[in-house]
């Protein structure tokens, strides 16, 4: 078989395998060629698609709405982690999930949204129970609601059904004196495998 049949031949007899459409893409990036870009990322295999790849070159050519999209746009494939937490609490976190609630937090301030924006921080927080979304969340609040928001941030990790993570939380932030107090108050609930 010959090169050109395993990679495939677009119109014109020029080459569509992934890895010249990578190098083609990158060129289209290096002059700045956003739409030639994006008609390249269409083009890859679906499991190689990065629609935040693609939303953070919208949202630096300040094409907001198209950016928007892109950003809430589902990714198929890619990588899942879980720690021993997240495995004890049975659940699954995705790199990407985590990115794109970030970049669309980050495009829907840039469209003057921040209400929105702050929300969608939170909701991730809450869900995830994520220090570094908490953080984000922290950094773009209005001066003198920090504490307040704090303590409401430390009440839902107290009570959290996921229980493992919870104390991981306070580990990360670090407020080594509510884990203590996590898992002294949960003392029943501990699985020790």
């Not at 899942?80 to 301030?109: C, M, P, Q, S, Y």
Request: overall charge neutral; charged content about 30%; hydrophobic content about 45%.
């Amino acid at each position: 078989m010959s090169s050109g049949a395993r990679r495939g031949r677009g119109d014109h007899g020029v080459e569509t395998g992934t890895p010249y459409l990578e190098v083609r893409q990158a060129i289209a990036d290096a002059r700045g060629d956003l739409d030639g870009f994006i008609m390249l990322e269409a083009k890859l295999p679906y499991w190689q698609q990065n629609p935040l790849r693609v939303a953070e070159r919208l949202l630096a050519g300040k094409r907001l709405d198209e950016a928007l999209n892109w950003a809430r746009k589902e990714r198929e494939g890619g990588l899942a982690f879980a720690t021993a937490a997240d495995i004890a609490d049975g659940r699954i976190n995705r790199v990407f999930d985590l990115e794109r609630v970030r970049l669309e937090a980050k495009i829907l301030e840039a469209k003057g949204d921040r209400t929105t924006a702050q929300a969608i921080r939170w909701a991730a927080f809450d869900a995830t129970l994520n220090v570094g979304l908490l953080r984000d969340y922290i950094k773009k609040l209005d001066n003198f609601l920090e504490q307040d928001e704090l303590d409401r941030a430390f009440a839902v990790v107290a009570c959290s059904k996921m229980i493992y993570v919870a104390p991981q939380f306070f580990i990360e932030w670090p407020r080594l004196d509510l884990a203590a107090k996590l898992v002294l108050d949960r003392v029943d609930v501990w699985d020790g495998r």
